[in-house]
């Protein structure tokens, strides 16, 4: 007959079964949306769309904070636009070149400003993107599969030491693996396209990692406790 702790137990695999048919329907429609869309964006011809990140800015510099005043004739020279090097002069922030192309006073305040456009997108460039998703959605429905059978194991588990659960438990931890790097490959994904410059960068996600090596110690911890219930019912 089972105790109490193992009808828990049993009644927490029943729900978390539940739960995960109905995030694999979901990730399932997603999956097959990001491969449509990676299929039609990829048969588009490369500048048939093309999204244009447009930006403004302005820089002020009151002399008035440093007691220092502009007079008409500084004030003239700076609104002709004689001070600007060919017409424009150029700011370097977070690895991209802004054009300040107007230089202007109000009162004891000189202001730079621009408006251009600061990225072009075409829509064949946001296939990398869409693969990425299509990946990350792919690797979703392997690991929630993977946890499915970890919570039917659960579900009709007699212990929490049987063999079947200590090996689901070890093949969810392995199916969470892909995700330790491939968070930083969508993520460098992003930054490229938003930043119009090419640069993917393979790195470990430390938290995916840590679940994964919690799981894998539950389960060599599990596999202890299987060994030490069979040497208690032997000794029985």
Do not use: R
């Given at each position: 007959?089972?105790?109490?702790a193992i009808k828990k137990i049993n009644k927490?695999?029943?729900?978390?079964?539940?739960?995960?048919?109905?995030?694999?329907?979901?990730?399932?429609?997603?999956?097959?949306?990001?491969?449509?869309?990676?299929?039609?964006?990829?048969?588009?011809?490369?500048?048939?769309?093309?999204?244009?990140?447009?930006?403004?800015?302005?820089?002020?510099?009151?002399?008035?904070?440093?007691?220092?005043?502009?007079?008409?004739?500084?004030a003239e020279l700076i609104n002709s636009g004689?001070?600007?090097?060919?017409?424009?002069?150029?700011?370097?922030?977070?690895?991209?070149?802004?054009?300040?192309?107007?230089?202007?006073?109000?009162?004891?305040?000189?202001?730079?400003?621009?408006?251009?456009?600061?990225?072009?997108?075409?829509?064949?460039?946001?296939?990398?993107?869409?693969?990425?998703?299509?990946?990350?959605?792919?690797?979703?429905?392997?690991?929630?599969?993977?946890?499915?059978?970890?919570c039917k194991a659960f579900k009709n588990c007699?212990?929490?030491?049987?063999?079947?659960?200590?090996?689901?438990?070890?093949?969810?931890?392995?199916?969470?693996?892909?995700?330790?790097?491939?968070?930083?490959?969508?993520?460098?994904?992003?930054?490229?396209?938003?930043?119009?410059?090419?640069?993917?960068?393979?790195?470990?996600?430390?938290?995916?990692?840590?679940?994964?090596?919690?799981?894998?110690?539950?389960?060599?911890?599990?596999?202890?406790?299987?060994?030490?219930?069979?040497?208690?019912?032997?000794?029985?």
């Amino acid at each position: 007959m089972k105790t109490e702790a193992i009808k828990k137990i049993n009644k927490m695999g029943e729900v978390g079964s539940i739960l995960i048919v109905i995030a694999k329907v979901f990730c399932i429609i997603g999956f097959v949306a990001c491969l449509i869309g990676t299929i039609c964006l990829g048969l588009l011809p490369k500048d048939f769309i093309s999204f244009h990140a447009m930006g403004s800015g302005t820089i002020e510099v009151n002399m008035e904070a440093i007691g220092q005043s502009i007079s008409a004739e500084d004030a003239e020279l700076i609104n002709s636009g004689k001070l600007l090097e060919n017409g424009k002069v150029s700011i370097e922030l977070n690895s991209n070149e802004y054009e300040m192309s107007e230089m202007y006073t109000e009162g004891n305040s000189i202001f730079l400003s621009t408006s251009q456009t600061l990225n072009t997108i075409s829509a064949h460039n946001l296939v990398y993107c869409v693969a990425i998703a299509t990946i990350s959605m792919a690797m979703t429905v392997v690991s929630l599969f993977f946890a499915g059978f970890l919570c039917k194991a659960f579900k009709n588990c007699n212990s929490p030491f049987e063999e079947n659960v200590i090996k689901k438990m070890q093949q969810f931890a392995y199916s969470l693996i892909p995700w330790v790097i491939l968070t930083s490959i969508s993520n460098s994904m992003i930054n490229s396209l938003v930043s119009g410059k090419f640069n993917v960068n393979v790195s470990i996600d430390l938290t995916m990692l840590l679940v994964v090596l919690i799981i894998l110690a539950l389960a060599y911890i599990f596999k202890y406790g299987a060994v030490l219930q069979q040497e208690s019912d032997e000794t029985l």
